[in-house]
């Protein structure tokens, strides 16, 4: 009798030690992170300006120039930043702004056109160390989306905000308004012509709209995003876009939605995707690159992959995401023919890249 309590109370022992384990491994897989992927950089810093069919041959020598020099403008923004110890909200916050403000880009200052020819903005950024996340979706009057998502964030109750009542909180926060016509340049007007005409064509044939034609040069690019890692070891991600051109009926995409446009969390990565919006949400893509990397241990690279080669193409859709870890490496996965991206590492090395290769 008195064996058989013994033998009793030690299975109970060995159980509670096995239960217990298993909670710390699970609640802890941050560390299982760094062991199968250690440290590769104290800070740094990756930018996407949009995904798509970018060809060298239909690229100006001056026009790649252009790309490349506003890459490296924003991108050393956020670097320094990092480097004087700043925050990585601060880094993505401010090196979007850059792109926002360039013509060259699917996002402030460049938005594409929606098909009654206005310009409707989504952004939305998230902080990893609190899993504090804001957006704003079908904005028109906001010069910086990006800034009024964090401003959604930070001074809000809510994450995400849109049209009209989002202005009203612009306003109210005393972010910069312009009128629409601030958003005109004449490359993304033409992009919303030659949609329409060849939509004119397309309904003759097929009774369907043509949303988005990956064929049409420049008809979707430039969506810009960022993720960073910080000196204290937090990563933030952050993404602002125009949407896709002919876009109507206040349709929102990916960019402002936490999971699939934008994702941080301190115990694994920081991601920001751009590509088509609703494959994207449907596949929850950010997201699913963190829950890879959290539920089964994969290393940022193999999550990336796995996501957009995979699951993303298998599903039917098109586009790419940078990334971040919590170990600083840096991982830029896109399954369409070029992307606008740039990457930083704590020693201050540049990367910039337009095409697969
Ligand atoms: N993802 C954006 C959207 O669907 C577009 C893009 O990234 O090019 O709105």
């Not at 949400?281 to 290393?299: E, F």
Request: net charge negative; glycine share 10%; charged share 25%.
């Amino acid at each position: 009798m008195k064996k058989l309590s013994l033998l009793l109370l030690l299975s109970f022992v060995l159980l509670s030690c096995k239960n217990e384990k298993e909670l710390a491994l699970s609640n802890d897989n941050s560390k299982a992170i760094d062991s199968i992927q250690p440290k590769a950089n104290d800070f740094a810093i990756i930018i996407h300006g949009g995904a798509g069919t970018i060809l060298k041959k239909n690229m100006t020598p001056e026009m790649e120039a252009a790309y490349k020099a506003t890459l490296e403008e924003a991108i050393r923004v956020g670097y320094s930043i990092l480097k004087n110890g700043g925050s990585s909200l601060d880094a993505v916050e401010k090196t979007i702004n850059v792109m926002e403000d360039s013509p060259l880009f699917n996002a402030g200052k460049g938005a594409v056109f929606t098909n009654e020819g206005t310009n409707e903005l989504d952004a939305s950024i998230m902080d990893g160390k609190t899993l504090n996340a804001g957006a704003s979706a079908g904005t028109t009057t906001v010069r910086n989306p990006i800034n009024l998502a964090r401003a959604v964030m930070e001074r809000s109750e809510h994450v995400m905000l849109s049209g009209k009542g989002a202005e009203i909180f612009a306003k109210e926060q005393g972010l910069q308004l312009v009128d629409q016509g601030y958003f005109y340049t004449e490359n993304r007007y033409k992009s919303l012509q030659k949609i329409k005409d060849s939509e004119k064509t397309e309904l003759d044939h097929d009774d369907k709209q043509v949303f988005y034609d990956p064929n049409i040069k420049d008809s979707k690019f430039g969506t810009v995003g960022c993720a960073a890692l910080d000196k204290n070891g937090n990563v933030a991600a952050g993404t602002s876009t125009g949407g896709m051109t002919n876009k109507r009926w206040g349709r929102i995409g990916d960019a402002p939605i936490i999971g699939a446009g934008t994702y941080a969390n301190n115990a694994t990565c920081a991601v920001s995707s751009t590509g088509w919006g609703e494959y994207f949400i449907r596949g929850m893509v950010a997201y699913d690159i963190s829950a890879l990397m959290d539920y089964k241990g994969l290393t940022l690279e193999a999550a990336a992959k796995e996501v957009i080669q995979t699951k993303l193409t298998t599903l039917g859709g098109t586009g790419g995401i940078v990334a971040v870890d919590k170990n600083g490496n840096l991982v830029a996965e896109f399954n369409t023919a070029g992307m606008y991206r740039a990457s930083m590492n704590d020693k201050g090395e540049l990367t910039i890249g337009i095409y697969k290769e």
